[in-house]
C-alpha cells in the first residue's frame, strides 16, 4: 500500500499543532508540584496512553458514531473546522494557554492528574477529537486509519517525551520562545481549518472542490 507523502505530512502537522506538545510543559509542570522525577514520569505516560486510547477509538468508530446519530461527514467538515479554526484564534491571541492555565489552577489538589486533565480535556481535548474523525475520513478505508493512529501514537509518545523534560525545556526555551512557536503553529492550523471547511462546503456544491 503505497501512502500518501502530502495527507501524511497534513496528518502529521494538524494533531502535532492541535495536541500541542510544547504548551503543555509548564502546565506539566504546574499540575504535578512536589512529584519527583519517576512519579513525573510514570504520570506523563499514563496521561498519554489514556488519552491515545480515546482518539484511536474516535479514528476507528467516530465516523460510525456520526453516521448512526445521522450526521453527515461534510457537516462535520464544516463544524470541525469552524472549531478549529476558534482553537487557532485561541493559540494566536494566548487564550487556550489561559484556559487550560485556569484548569490546572482548578484541578491542582487532586492527587493524580493523569486522567484528568492531563488527558482529558488537555491533551485529547474537543479539537483533537475532531482532527482524527476529520483526518480519518480524509481517506476512507485502511489507509487513513493507519496513517492517523500512527501519526497519532507518534505525537503523544513525543508528548511524554516532551512531559519528562518539561522543567528543563521551559528554563532553555523560555515563554517567549514558547509563545512564538505556538503562534506559529496557530497560522497552520487556522489554513488546515479552513480547507476542511472549504472540502465541506464543495461537497454541498457552495464551494469549488480543492485543487
Known amino acids: 500500500m503505497l501512502l500518501d507523502t502530502a495527507y501524511m505530512i497534513t496528518v502529521l502537522v494538524t494533531m502535532f499543532v492541535v495536541i500541542d506538545p510544547i504548551a503543555i510543559a509548564p502546565l506539566f509542570i504546574a ?3 512536589g512529584m519527583t522525577q519517576s512519579q513525573r514520569r510514570r504520570t506523563a505516560w499514563r496521561a498519554c496512553f489514556i488519552a491515545g486510547i480515546l482518539l484511536l477509538l474516535f479514528a476507528a468508530l467516530g465516523e460510525a458514531i456520526l453516521n448512526f446519530i445521522g450526521i453527515s461527514m461534510p457537516a462535520f467538515r464544516v463544524a470541525g473546522g469552524i472549531l478549529l479554526f476558534i482553537t487557532a484564534l485561541d493559540m494566536l491571541f494566548e487564550r487556550r494557554t489561559k484556559r487550560r492555565e485556569d484548569r ?12 484528568f486533565p492531563l488527558a482529558i480535556p488537555l491533551i485529547a481535548g474537543p479539537g483533537a477529537i475532531a482532527s482524527v474523525i ?8 485502511g489507509e487513513g486509519l493507519l496513517v492517523v493512529s500512527l501519526i497519532t501514537v ?7 517525551l516532551v512531559m519528562q523534560i518539561s522543567g528543563h525545556l521551559e528554563r532553555v526555551l523560555g515563554k517567549t520562545v514558547i509563545n512564538v512557536i505556538t503562534r506559529l503553529l496557530g497560522m497552520l492550523l487556522a489554513a488546515l481549518s479552513v480547507q476542511f471547511v472549504l ?3 464543495a461537497a454541498f456544491g457552495f464551494a469549488p472542490p480543492a485543487g
Not at 507518534?154 to 511524554?160: A, D, Q
Open 199 to 201: 472540502d465541506g462546503l
Open 31 to 33: 499540575l504535578t508540584p
Open 154 to 160: 507518534l505525537t503523544l509518545i513525543v508528548m511524554g
Open 104 to 115: 490546572t489552577e482548578e484541578e491542582d489538589d487532586r492527587p493524580d492528574p493523569a486522567a
Open 134 to 141: 476529520l483526518l480519518t475520513s480524509e481517506k476512507p478505508g
